[in-house]
């Protein structure tokens, strides 16, 4: 059952990637690009998907599971450390290079553009490169 | 500050916002995850039994555009970046997101809107690296 809603969230979340604008680097590059010819769409693109999660998981905290029965699983980590500064540092250095994020990218991918494509794998590899890091440190601790 | 208000299309991108915001309240409510993107196709390199939704959202992100061009002309999508750049923001994004543990949604959408210490650092700290990242290829070297 769970695999159902999140097929229709993923839908839903998709389609509003790709009304936003936020799938078309293009655009993402122009609201990064303060010192050229700035498009602030994007500002309104994150104002409106964040005034509808905070309503909406507002509402979902008092729940004990979600409709499928799966239990609430609200991130717990709290500390703020080097890894979260350094990995999100990272990112957005990437995010300016290209102006995809993940679910752009991925969006854009499967909609046939190469490009993305290119950047999917890159991303993916990036990914296997810290699960293979991260399995080491463990191996060896 | 010149604003390019030949690609300001605030109403599409508010109501864009509002089904982002949409899709991940629904993942919350109906199978109790975190709609994070790069957390969702990361976790997939360490499977474990009972992830089957991870998959399946993924599907319904591929598939946004093909229900898309069903009802209309799919937006444009125009990349700049040539091959080399593509591979190093890919590399980037992908290494940075799992060691931040996050990204644009993850922390920029649903951390911002719990409320999240973590996520609002994080998302201060890769918007200002996309914007000097942006600033320094496009007015310093010149991209």
Do not use: K
């Amino acid at each position: 059952m769970a695999a159902i809603y999140a097929f229709a969230a993923g839908l839903v979340f998709g389609f509003g990637l790709l009304v936003s604008g936020l799938a078309d680097p293009a655009r993402v590059l122009g609201f990064l690009d303060l010192a050229g010819l700035w498009n602030p769409t994007l500002a309104f693109v994150m104002g409106g998907a964040v005034v509808v999660t905070s309503i909406g998981f507002a509402l979902l905290r008092r729940r004990r599971a979600s409709l499928s029965g799966e239990p609430m699983r609200w991130p717990q980590a709290s500390q703020l450390d080097w890894r979260l500064a350094g990995g999100s540092l990272a990112f957005g250095v990437g995010w300016g290079v290209a102006g995809f994020c993940p679910g752009p990218a991925v969006v854009a991918a499967a909609a046939g553009i190469g490009e993305a494509g290119i950047f999917v794998v890159a991303m993916l590899a990036g990914m296997a490169i810290h699960a293979i890091i991260e399995r080491a440190r463990r191996g060896g601790a | 500050m010149n604003v390019d208000w030949s690609a300001f299309t605030p109403l599409a991108g508010t109501a864009g916002g509002l089904l982002i915001g949409a899709g991940a309240v629904l993942l919350m409510l109906g199978a109790g995850r975190i709609a994070g993107i790069s957390g969702i196709v990361g976790g997939l390199f360490t499977p474990t039994r009972g992830e089957g939704w991870r998959v399946a959202f993924l599907l319904g992100l591929c598939a946004a555009p093909w229900v898309y061009r069903l009802f209309a002309t799919l937006p444009s999508i125009t990349v700049d970046a040539s091959t080399p750049r593509l591979i190093v923001a890919g590399l980037l994004v992908g290494i940075g997101t799992r060691y931040g543990s996050g990204c644009t949604s993850g922390h920029g959408v649903c951390g911002l809107s719990r409320g999240s210490r973590r996520s609002f650092v994080a998302t201060a700290i890769f918007m200002a690296a996309g914007f000097v990242t942006v600033y320094v290829l496009r007015h310093a070297v010149g991209g």
